[in-house]
């Protein structure tokens, strides 16, 4: 066969129909999710949709026993997974979660979802992306730590400085990634600080990583409501989950302003029409755990809360959690995805026929990665840059971009999240045609 040929059958190949069963968007979960957020992209990546394909597959899945000795002396055994998506543009890099619903086919969306942010802001990473399915709240803090110990010493045949770099996500804080720098390291035999980000600013931890997610957002979402005429510093506000992403990006929403109307947790859901008093409220969570018991509030139902009479709505915890069946009663002009996959594609259907804007967590939420690269990058130097430094950076990165997603979205008239795939899509699969298939 000519290398022509040879090259033919690449393009030929038929997409999506020689996919296993676990990779078909048959039933919707995240992962059909991200499957079907590809194929709308595909139309536009000209000659690059050849390697289309690559984009609908992960790279590397590792599924991973956990055992632990429970406090108890009994023995549990926990699912655990570290999915590498695409390592075409750099290591593998993405979050942790600790969740009792994780399960394989959300961490390899996720994973998927990491490659295309990582593009998007064009830091040099592919996507991954870990979990384990366990509620943390059932562990005494010593079988947590176990737990955290044995999942990286299980994965850390593919993780590395250079391989793969763990961060915190949904349940997993900078002592989890303490406990992980430290079984990478005593496995390795060298303190190895590189291997995950996240870190405490003690064990090379970068200054703002904590507050980075929440900054990005908030930065991305000034950005958007000047382009569509809406003053973020009188806008009012809806949040669902109000820990690192959420809580940050009302802190600093309000710090401009704006007045927080609305906050659900798994606690329950507030409303305050003047505004929540947000440093109170936080510091209410950092005890109680939740929003739940909060005076100064009043309680509302929790589907009440997709009516609540708002400008923004922030998503900031789970995935699907805006769709066809609460799409059309949403009042806000603006959506910022602090989440991972919040909405659902025929919600964003929906939203788009309703003109109300929807700012991708691929772009909205890519603060957090971004101060993990400049973290990792120090852990490389031993050099450390001060804050102010950081924030700077983060919000030039974040603001251009925007800027370019902004430009292909009015160019192509698709919505930001087609826009902001069609960027990351183009830069991984260059890199994937630059790199070619090995042998
Ligand atoms: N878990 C975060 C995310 O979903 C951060 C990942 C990282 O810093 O590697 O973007």
Known sequence: MSQTSKSDAITAAPTGLALPSYLQADKLGPWGIYLQQVDRVVPYLGSLARWADTLRRPKRALIVDVPIQMDNGSIAHFEGYRVQHNTSRGPGKGGVRFHQDVTLSEVMALSAWMSIKNAAVNVPYGGAKGGIRVDPKTLSRGELERMTRRYTSEIGIIIGPTKDIPAPDVNTNEQIMAWMMDTYSMNEGATATGVVTGKPVDLGGSLGRRDATGRGVFTVGVEAANHIGLDTRTARIAVQGFGNVGGVA???????????????????????????????????????????????????????????????????????????????????????????????????????????????????????????????????????????????????????????????????????????FIVACKRILHARELRGLYP
């Open 250 to 420: 009302a802190r600093l929403f309000a710090e401009s302003g704006a007045r927080i109307v609305s906050v659900q947790d798994h606690g329950g859901t507030i409303y305050r029409e003047a505004g929540l008093d947000v440093p109170a409220l936080l510091a209410h969570v950092a005890v109680v755990g939740s929003v739940a018991g909060f005076v100064g509030a009043e309680v509302i139902a929790n589907d009440a809360f997709w009516d609540v009479d708002c400008d923004i709505l922030i998503p900031a915890a789970l995935e699907q959690q805006i769709t066809e069946a609460n799409a059309p009663r949403i009042k806000a002009k603006m959506i910022i995805e602090g989440a991972n996959g919040p909405t659902t594609p025929a919600a964003d259907d929906i939203l788009h026929d309703r003109n109300i804007l929807v700012l991708p967590d691929v772009i909205a939420n890519a603060g957090g990665v971004t101060v993990s690269y400049f973290e990792w990058v120090q852990d490389f130097s031993s050099f450390f840059w001060s804050e102010d430094e950081i924030n700077a950076r983060l919000v030039r990165i974040m603001k251009e971009a925007f800027a370019g997603v902004w430009q292909v979205a009015q160019e192509n008239t698709v919505s930001l999240r087609t826009a902001t």
